[in-house]
């Protein structure tokens, strides 16, 4: 069947002629479905939270306080970095990393009380917004109370527990072939979701915890909801058929960092969503990012502009959009190494230097509910007149045609882009005053670091 159905790919693209034809086809008729996923999922806005770094008092109740900033955003999903006790025992820096969890069941008292996590849920629920946990189902602290059944983990030929890798020093890796740790883990998750009615999970290094534990768990799970969202940290194809929701999209945030380094020319990017997609399950769902808490500050890797690009690219693509707290401002505070371990909270107060990312990061997501081309048309890459440094692309649905021009360099471009026909140049303004422009494509001019978004008419 597979070999009739290549064979009538292969005389369409002939008859065609055009590659994204071809990759659509395949992605379309021949490879096995991603798990399917709910509409509030593939039109999410999912913002990241690291609590002990959110505000100078580290707690839930100061992200209570500010859940109607957030809402205004646009944002309609909240992740909760780990909500549990730290391990104290082989901590690194002076505090520890919340991924070295001590309890499953239980809350950090630096951030505050079970009741003032439940009243944090309960809020953003009041206003619409989803809340997903972190859950680091690889690994646990040192001291955690898991300790006391040493079978929960995994040790060397002399009986020693061992961390997952070398350099992961401060856990202790969790061992998947005892049948009991899968029950413990799996009803610790269903805990989360009954106790605390969490509407799902950021699963920390998924990749490396058994597929089939999470494809049984998320079973469990949907017997007790079957609303929830699962996200990957990994970029692993059959996590995506029966378990996850979304993955990271870790190529194209290694793609975009090249790029934006003059590493590698603009096209890469466009062939790097080409592999993603051969490799994935059709309509996998990925979460696009150039921010989290394991990298430094894009604004410090790619400038303030250049900030603004990259991430305008991570709104206009397929897949759904991450913002790490505090990049809604231009914060530069550290968000990579040593912050994991350390305080080093946001400087909220950036934003009155920096006005124009709040009008990108309000504008981006204003664009995206306006446009369901944006949040689920397919994509068709364009091409343009100087492909080392512009990227180009179509979204569009049946009713609705988005063409997207971003320039991910430091030199102005003027040149062409590969389409016809009328178009509104429906960009957001990041002056205090409205943008005035006309779309003349299929010329384009823009300036260093400069996008642009039109809407056929």
Not at 9 to 15: E, K, Q
Not at 202 to 212: H, I
Not at 265 to 291: G, N, Q
Not at 419 to 433: H, K, M
Request: hydrophobic content about 40%; charged content about 30%.
């Amino acid at each position: 069947m597979k070999k009739r159905l290549t064979l009538i790919a292969l005389l369409l693209v002939l008859a065609l002629g055009t590659r994204a034809f071809a990759q659509d086809f395949e992605a379309e008729y021949i490879k096995p479905p991603a798990r399917a996923s709910q509409g509030w999922i593939k039109d999410a806005v999912i913002y990241q939270i690291f609590e002990r770094q959110y505000s100078q008092k580290g707690d839930f109740n100061s992200i209570t306080s500010d859940l109607d900033r957030i809402k205004d955003l646009g944002v309609t999903v909240v992740w909760l970095m780990p909500v549990h006790p730290l391990g104290q025992l082989k901590k690194k820096g002076s505090i520890g990393s919340p991924y070295a969890v001590k309890d499953f069941y239980a809350v950090n008292p630096d951030y505050g009380t079970s009741a003032d996590l439940k009243r944090l849920i309960e809020e953003s629920h009041k206003r619409g917004l989803k809340v997903i946990i972190d859950i680091v189902a690889n690994h646990t602290a040192w001291d955690s109370v898991m300790m006391k059944t040493k079978a929960f983990y995994t040790t060397d030929e002399d009986g020693n527990v061992i961390p997952p890798n070398p350099d992961w020093t401060d856990v202790a890796d969790l061992n998947y072939d005892n049948p009991e740790l899968r029950k413990y883990m799996t009803d610790m998750l269903k805990f989360w979701v009954t106790d605390y009615k969490v509407d799902g999970f950021r699963c920390d290094v998924a990749g490396e915890v058994p597929t089939d534990f999470w494809e049984k768990a998320r079973a469990e799970v949907d017997k007790v909801n079957k609303d929830t969202l699962w996200l990957a940290e990994a970029s692993k194809s059959e996590l995506m058929l029966g378990a996850f929701n979304l993955d990271y999209a870790w190529p194209g945030h290694s793609a975009i960092d090249a790029v934006m380094h003059g590493l590698k020319p603009a096209s890469v990017i466009r062939d790097t969503w080409f592999e993603e997609k051969a490799k994935f399950p059709r309509d996998t769902l990925h979460m696009r990012f150039t921010d989290n808490h394991d990298e430094r500050r894009a604004i410090a890797r790619f400038g303030e502009k250049g900030a603004l690009a990259a991430q305008a690219l991570v709104f206009t693509l397929d897949g759904v959009p991450l913002i790490y707290n505090g990049m809604e401002v231009g914060d530069t505070t550290e968000s990579g190494y040593p912050a994991l371990f350390e305080k080093m909270a946001i400087f909220w107060e950036i934003a009155v230097r920096r006005p124009e990312f709040m009008r990108f990061y309000g504008g981006m997501i204003d664009r995206r509910k306006e446009s369901e081309a944006l949040r689920r048309g397919r994509v068709e890459w364009l091409k343009n007149s100087d492909e080392n440094r512009l990227v180009s692309f179509r979204r569009f649905t049946p009713d609705e045609d988005i063409v997207v021009a971003i320039n991910l360099s430091s030199s102005p471009f003027a040149g062409i882009v590969e389409t016809s026909g009328n178009f509104d140049d429906i960009t957001p303004s990041l002056e205090e005053r409205p943008r005035q422009s006309t779309a003349a494509l299929p010329a384009v001019s823009l300036a260093p670091w400069e996008f642009r978004i039109f809407r056929r008419r």
